[in-house]
């Protein structure tokens, strides 16, 4: 009985097992990288916003303080109010401004939200554009491998807006940052360990 053209064309599909050694170790190479990258950027939500706003002495001060720094919460780079130290989730934006109002394209915490959300969406597009192009190449099915290639891209985008939200509407919206980073995150662990397997660990490869 003649084979289903779709079973013949999974049969001839190049996998990450079927690739030369160079493919397969540059394909290691952007993993490892990037777990490497990934492992660095948990570290710095832990150290700046997981552990200041759970066990910083100084939450209550900062957050019933009128004339708290609005931005620093947003900013990783601005300082924070002295005597204070604490993660995103309870930056004081409600704070009221003393200064004059600007038109809101040239506000503080529009032009620094736009300018990181802009890098942050390049950055995190690029890393799953790699992983993707990895995904792509599993031994898997065609519907498992397309929605691993676009989740990630949903996560990035649920994180972006987590920004803007928590920066202009309310801080609550931190915990946007859970479902968006751990939806691209476990893909990435998923997609990593799997490819790892299929080319170097997978028997009959």
């Known amino acids: 009985m003649e084979s289903n053209p779709i079973d013949r064309q999974q049969a001839q599909w190049m ?3 079927r690739m030369p050694t160079p493919a397969k170790a540059l394909a290691t190479c952007i993993i490892v990288v990037m777990a490497i990258g990934m492992l660095g950027a948990l570290g710095q939500i832990i150290i700046h916003d997981i552990i200041p706003t759970f066990y910083s002495k ?4 900062y957050t019933g303080s009128p004339s708290g720094d609005r931005h620093a919460g947003m900013n990783h780079n601005a300082p924070t109010p002295s005597g204070t130290d604490r993660g995103d ?8 401004e003393t200064k004059p109002a600007k038109p809101f394209y040239q506000q503080e915490q529009f032009v620094w939200t736009l300018k990181w959300t802009h890098i942050h969406l390049f950055g995190m597009s690029m890393i799953f554009i790699f992983v993707g192009a990895i995904t792509i190449w599993l031994d898997a099915g065609s519907a498992l491998r397309s929605w691993l290639v676009v989740l990630p891209f ?9 920004m803007w939200l928590k ?6 919206f931190f915990w946007l940052h859970v479902p968006g980073g751990g939806l691209f995150a476990v893909v990435f662990a998923y997609v990593s360990l799997r490819a790892l397997w299929e080319m170097w660990f997978k028997p009959g490869q």
């Open 167 to 172: 920066a202009f509407i309310s801080p609550a």
């Open 89 to 96: 989730l309870f930056a004081d934006l409600a704070a009221v």
């Open 154 to 162: 949903i996560g990035v985008l649920i994180d972006i807006l987590a």
């Open 58 to 61: 100084s939450v209550k001060e």
């Open 15 to 17: 996998t990450l097992a």
